[in-house]
Nanobody, 123 residues
Framework: QVELVESGGRLVQAGGSLRLSCAAS????????VGWFRQAPGKEREFVAN????????DYVDSVKGRFTIFRVNTKNTVYLQMNSLKPEDTAVYYC????????????????WGQGTQVTVSS
């Protein structure tokens, strides 16, 4: 199992930007598909974005397309989520997750999870 730690979440005003990091330890992250998910209070965990092992293929939920970018720097064993033009509805705990093979938008397909980082967007 790869161990994941998210960071970068904080309070930001609407229209602002944040970059979340997902750093891995224990194993190299370059062999894994990595996804970002989020969960707002009272809501189910939601897929946000994923990226394949070499960074060539990405996928996004429609609500963040054009605003968020997922990318990875395998030499740093880290995957990032660049979030621009943030909206209050982006407020949630953001989690990164990893799975060995095959991109997926289902949180249940991912076996390794970080502890989450809180993103709060004020209006």
């Amino acid at each position: 199992q790869v161990e994941l730690v998210e960071s970068g979440g904080r309070l930001v005003q609407a229209g602002g930007s944040l970059r979340l990091s997902c750093a891995a330890s224990g194993r190299t992250l370059s062999s894994y598909v990595v996804g970002w998910f989020r969960q707002a209070p009272g809501k189910e965990r939601e897929f946000v974005a994923n990226i394949d092992w070499d960074g060539r293929t990405t996928d996004y939920v429609d609500s963040v397309k054009g605003r968020f970018t997922i990318f990875r720097v395998n030499t740093k064993n880290t995957v990032y989520l660049q979030m621009n033009s943030l909206k209050p509805e982006d407020t949630a705990v953001y989690y990164c997750a990893a799975r060995w093979t095959g991109a997926s938008t289902l949180w249940s397909d991912y076996s390794s999870w970080g502890q989450g980082t809180q993103v709060t967007v004020s209006s």
